[in-house]
C-alpha cells in the first residue's frame, strides 16, 4: 500500500477497492495508513494537506496545543509556516485552517522562549530559576483554551467534510490499484486476500451494498446512496464485535451501534449529529440480554440527562441538569419506590432533600437523621453508603458497605469523614 502512480503532475497512494471499502466511514485514515512509513517525493499537495491535518488533529485532541508544540514543531523541527500553507491546499479543510493559523501564530511568538525551556527540561536543567514550558504557556493559557474549546466544537464538521469529499471523487484522492476480475461495472464477484467480496458498482463506483468476507468467516458490509451523501458500514472486530455506524453528510446527522464491544455481548448505541469529540443525542449501553444499562442525553457535548438500571430494567438513578447548573440526582428502590433524592452542587457538596427508606419512611425529616443509601446491585454484590445528615448535608463519618445480593457478608470497604457536606483527607 505504499506504492504511488501517476496522476498528471503529482503523485497520489495506490489503493484498491475492496481496502478503501473497508475503511469506511472512516476514509481518510485509509491516507494516513499510506504515508505513515514514508512520504513519497512528489505527493498531491492536496493529499500531503490531509497528512498534515491528521497530526494536528491527533495531537490538538489527545493532549492540547501543547502536545502539539512538543510533539510536532519542537520535535520535527522544519518551517512550521508549512504546515498551514500545506492544509490550506486543500479546500475540504478549509474549517480547519483557522484554528492551525492561530495555533502557529501563538507559536511563533513563544517558539524561541519555549525551545530553550524544553531543552533545559531534557537535561534536568529546570531548577535554575529559568521558567519552564507551562510558564511560558502561561500568557496565553485562556486564548489556547478557547480555542480548543472552538476546534473540539467544529471537529466533527471538519472531519466529515473531508470525508464526503474522498467519497464524492475517491479519484481525486487515491490511485485506484486494478484487482484480477475487478472491472467497477454492475455486480461483479472477487476473491481476494483470503475471502470472497461482492461489490455493486455504478457509474464506476460501489455503491454496494458491498459484502468483503474476512478469514475468519466474518465479513464487511459497506453501501452508499446512490448521491453519495449517505453512507452505512458495518464491520467486524476482536473478540467477535461488530460495529455499524452510518453518516449524512449534508446534515451530519450520525449514528452507531457496537454489539458484544467488550467480548461479552453487552453493546453502545450512539443516535447523535457527532462520531467526534463532543456527544449530541442519546447514548445508551446494553447488557448482555438486550436490557438498557444506561442511557444518556447530550447536547453539544453537555450532559443533560442520564438513567441508571437495575438488571431487571428497573429505574435505579436519574441525573440531570438543573435550571441553576447543578446535578439533580434522584435513585430508586429496586421495585420503583422513591429512594434518596439531592443535588450535586458547584461546590462539590452534595445536599439531599429526601432519604427515604425501602418502605416509604422518611430518615431524615428536614434533612436531619441517617441515610442510608443503596449505591448500586451489580455483579452478584449489593452496594451502599451509611451516615448522619445535619441540614441535609454528610457529616461526620460515612462507610461504604458492600454485601452478598441477599444481604449476607456485609462488610466495610470505605470510610471517610465530611464536615457539612464536605468530604475530609483520608
Not at 240 to 264: C, L, T, V
Request: charged share 25%; aromatic share 8%; with cysteine.
Amino acid at each position: 500500500m505504499g506504492k504511488t502512480t501517476t496522476d498528471h503532475t503529482h503523485h497520489l497512494p495506490a489503493i484498491d477497492w475492496p481496502t478503501l471499502l473497508r475503511r469506511a466511514p472512516f476514509f481518510s485514515a485509509a491516507i494516513i495508513d499510506a504515508l505513515c512509513e514514508e512520504m513519497p517525493r512528489g505527493l498531491a499537495p492536496h493529499v500531503r494537506a490531509v497528512f498534515d491535518f491528521d497530526l494536528f488533529d491527533a495531537q490538538v485532541s489527545n493532549g492540547g496545543v501543547d502536545q502539539y508544540f512538543r510533539n510536532v514543531l519542537l520535535e520535527r523541527g522544519g518551517d512550521p509556516g508549512r504546515v498551514p500553507a500545506s492544509i490550506a491546499h486543500n479546500p475540504a479543510l478549509a474549517g480547519a485552517l483557522p484554528f492551525v493559523d492561530e495555533v502557529h501564530a501563538i507559536w511563533r511568538t513563544i517558539a524561541p522562549a519555549y525551545t530553550a525551556a524544553a531543552e533545559r527540561e531534557d537535561d534536568d536543567e529546570g531548577d535554575d530559576g529559568a521558567p519552564d514550558c507551562d510558564a511560558i504557556l502561561a500568557p496565553h493559557a485562556e486564548r489556547i483554551e478557547a480555542l480548543q474549546q472552538r476546534f473540539f466544537a467544529a471537529h466533527h464538521a471538519i472531519r466529515q467534510a473531508l470525508e464526503a469529499d474522498i467519497v464524492r471523487a475517491p479519484g481525486h484522492y487515491f490511485a485506484m490499484a486494478a484487482v484480477p476480475g475487478l472491472r467497477g461495472r454492475g455486480i461483479e464477484h472477487v476473491v481476494q486476500g483470503g475471502g470472497a467480496h461482492r461489490l455493486r458498482f455504478d457509474d464506476g463506483f460501489p455503491v454496494g451494498p458491498n459484502t468483503l468476507e474476512n478469514e475468519d468467516g466474518s465479513c464487511d458490509v459497506v453501501w452508499f446512496s446512490r448521491d453519495r451523501t449517505l453512507v452505512q458500514a458495518e464491520t467486524s472486530g476482536w473478540a467477535g464485535n461488530r460495529d455499524r455506524r452510518w453518516i449524512h453528510y449534508p446534515s451530519q446527522a450520525s449514528g452507531s451501534w457496537s454489539f458484544n464491544f467488550n467480548g461479552e455481548g453487552e453493546s453502545v448505541r450512539q443516535d447523535s449529529r457527532s462520531l467526534g469529540l463532543t456527544q449530541h443525542g442519546v447514548q445508551e449501553f446494553l447488557r448482555a440480554d438486550g436490557r438498557v444499562a444506561n442511557s444518556a442525553v447530550y447536547w453539544h457535548g453537555q450532559e443533560l440527562r442520564q438513567e441508571f438500571f437495575y438488571p431487571d430494567g428497573g429505574l435505579q438513578l436519574l441525573t440531570e441538569r438543573t435550571p441553576e447548573g447543578n446535578e439533580r440526582h434522584q435513585r430508586h428502590w429496586p421495585g420503583g419506590q422513591p429512594h434518596t433524592d439531592s443535588v450535586l452542587q458547584a461546590d462539590g457538596r452534595t445536599r439531599y432533600t429526601r432519604c427515604l427508606d425501602a418502605e416509604g419512611r422518611d430518615l431524615a425529616p428536614g434533612g436531619n437523621g441517617r441515610l442510608v443509601e443503596l449505591l448500586s446491585l451489580d455483579d452478584g454484590m449489593r452496594q451502599w453508603r451509611e451516615g448522619a445528615l445535619v441540614a441535609g448535608y454528610l457529616h461526620g463519618p460515612v462507610v461504604r458497605m458492600a454485601s452478598h445480593l441477599d444481604g449476607t457478608g456485609a462488610r466495610e470497604t470505605e470510610r471517610r469523614n465530611f464536615d457539612h457536606g464536605q468530604a475530609q483527607d483520608w
